[in-house]
Antibody, heavy 119, light 108 residues
């Protein structure tokens, strides 16, 4: 069965960096695009970034472009999100999500990792 | 980018039918997907494309679209359907994903 396990969350000071990882299993990781989606406490879902199966295409939400970098290592079945210049408003649960049916349908979600940006 | 608009809250009597709507210009071009999220859990895909259900999603869930509005219909709502529901679609660029603000469904 498909499993997506995020790690790397925690408490970080404003302006600092953090890298999230997502270990994928149960499917051929190198065949699918992947997304990061976040959810601030008590708020709705917010799309963060997408990376195509071959890393040739990467797209970011406007509020995160230039600060966040999505990447993947298909040899390790792992997705990453490098987050720089973190702000209090980046505090959220970050979900790793598998894409399907044309890349913009999110068919499997991880359980999420909480990032708290606070001094 | 573009926006998707959902009613913040909807209620339905047990066993009755409820429709949750999502409006946005991008829906004239792209189908919506629908996600169910229960408290403390990750979202789950319930409808995608024209009207497709992933394996394991009950057939009481269905989707439709007309113009700039997509709808999720639950026919014969059950207590376990009480959750937040989010729509999403590509935005006007075709490269970004956008979510609606979510609808909290209460089953009375």
């Amino acid at each position: 069965q498909v499993q997506l396990v995020e790690s790397g969350g925690g408490v970080v000071q404003p302006g600092r960096s953090l890298r999230l990882s997502c270990a994928a299993s149960g499917f051929t990781f190198s065949n699918y695009g992947m997304h990061w989606v976040r959810q601030a406490p008590g708020k709705g879902l917010e799309w963060v970034a997408f990376i195509s199966y071959d890393e040739n295409n990467k797209y970011y939400a406007d509020s995160m472009k230039g600060r966040f970098t999505i990447s993947r290592d298909n040899s390790k079945n792992t997705l990453y999100l490098q987050m720089n210049s973190l702000r209090a408003e980046d505090t959220a649960v970050y979900y790793c999500v598998k894409a399907a049916y044309g890349d913009y349908v999110l068919d499997y979600w991880g359980q999420g990792t909480l990032v708290t940006v606070s001094s | 980018s573009s926006e998707l608009t959902q009613d913040p809250a909807v209620s339905v009597a047990l066993g009755q039918t409820v429709r949750i709507t999502c409006q946005g210009d991008s829906l004239r071009t792209y189908y919506a997907s629908w996600y169910q999220q229960k408290p403390g859990q990750a979202p789950v895909l319930v409808i995608y494309g024209k009207n497709n259900r992933p394996s394991g999603i009950p057939d009481r869930f269905s989707g439709s679209s007309s113009g700039n509005t997509a709808s999720l219909t639950i026919t014969g709502a059950q207590a376990e359907d009480e959750a937040d529901y989010y729509c999403s679609s590509r935005d006007s660029s075709g490269n970004h994903l956008v979510f609606g603000g979510g609808t909290k469904l209460t089953v009375l």
